[in-house]
């Protein structure tokens, strides 16, 4: 099992650090643009193999796409963070270009790729992907929703006092500072719905919390996150590696699933060999609709900015 990562930076890292870590995957190959950067990373995190009881072999290439040839699954990592008080969606006028490119790259040296974008804003960038490669929708993944369903469990967590792993959630919609749906109803507590443990005002703050997860670390960092992102791309590229059939909320291509078209935004979705083999459509109620429409209203808006 091949796995390229192109951007090698905090995110790329991390995620090939997971990855190395669960052990599943042969061969990890990082390419960077900066010269040396994808090389070193590559040899520093080998130098943690035997500390950390991994075989998978790390590599590292300066923007030489042969090094990445017949790559089972290909993460895109590659293009500036933001800064405190911006938005993801004012990434899109570097990072689109990159995105492009890049997939370009890596489709012509591994035609048979699933590819995973992380780049933001990223379900516009995961759309631009749809719309430049001729991928087959189902080898198209957009990562977020994992993460902020990670975060939704941490606040969970937090607000009922209890360990995380008590604490079932997830988060659809778009990958945005408004445009998640941190789906309060559904979460649970060990099979009790947390309404049962917490006020209508703390679920609430723990939805608000949950939405702006990514800016209030950004904040605190300067750059934005890359742990919980790394971690949460390596249990994308695992599931996919492994064939383990798992669900994460991705942002995939809708074709008429929740009422909506033409746009990639945050739902769940079984992920196995084939790459994002089903979506699963929830029975959402009518609140959970509207902010679903609103968020894709959202999203539509960024990637009307794209040119394609
Ligand atoms: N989807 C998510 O949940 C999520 C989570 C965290 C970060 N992100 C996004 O991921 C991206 C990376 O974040 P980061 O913190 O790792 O940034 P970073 O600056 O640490 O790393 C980005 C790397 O990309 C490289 N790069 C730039 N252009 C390239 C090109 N054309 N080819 C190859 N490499 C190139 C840079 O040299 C740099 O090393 C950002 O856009 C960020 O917003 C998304
Ligand atoms: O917040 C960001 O800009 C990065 C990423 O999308 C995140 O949620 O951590």
């Avoid at 650090?17 to 042969?26: D, G, L, Q, R």
């Avoid at 994460?248 to 739902?267: H, K, Q, R």
């Avoid at 959202?298 to 900015?305: A, E, I």
């Amino acid at each position: 099992m091949k796995v390229t990562i192109v951007g090698a930076g905090a995110v790329g890292a991390s995620c090939a650090e997971y990855v190395a870590i669960k052990n599943f995957a042969s061969e990890v190959v990082l390419l960077d643009i900066k010269e040396g950067y994808a090389e070193g990373k590559a040899m520093d995190l080998m130098q943690t193999a035997t500390l950390n009881g991994f075989d998978t072999k790390i590599t590292g290439s300066t923007n030489d796409y042969s090094k990445t040839a017949n790559s089972d699954i290909a993460v895109i990592t590659s293009g500036i963070p933001r800064k405190p008080g911006m938005t993801r969606e004012e990434l899109i006028g570097i990072n689109a270009g990159i995105v492009k490119e890049v997939s370009a790259s890596l489709i012509k040296h591994s035609p048979n790729v699933t590819l995973i974008v992380v780049s933001n804003p990223m379900d516009t960038m995961t759309y631009l992907v749809h719309k430049t490669t001729g991928l087959p929708k189902n080898k198209i993944i957009g990562m977020g929703g994992a993460l902020d369903s990670a975060r939704f469990k941490y606040r969970l967590s937090e607000a009922l006092e209890c360990p995380p792993s008590d604490v079932d959630g997830m988060v659809i919609g778009g990958h945005s500072d408004t445009g998640m749906v941190p789906l309060t109803r559904l979460a649970t507590r060990n099979s009790v719905p947390v309404k049962a443990f917490l006020s209508e005002d703390r679920l609430n703050q723990v939805s608000e919390d949950t939405k702006v997860g990514g800016a209030t670390l950004t904040k605190l960092l300067g750059t934005s996150a890359w742990y919980a992102p790394g971690a949460a791309v390596s249990g994308l590229v695992q599931a996919i590696a492994c064939d383990q059939k798992k669900m994460f909320p991705c942002s995939a291509l809708l074709e008429g699933e929740y009422g909506l078209n033409d746009l990639c935004i945050g739902v769940p979705a079984i992920l196995g060999k084939d790459g994002l083999e089903k979506i699963v459509e929830l029975q959402l109620n009518d609140a959970e609709i509207a902010k679903m429409k609103e968020s894709a209203e959202g999203v539509k808006k960024t990637n009307g900015l794209l040119d394609v």
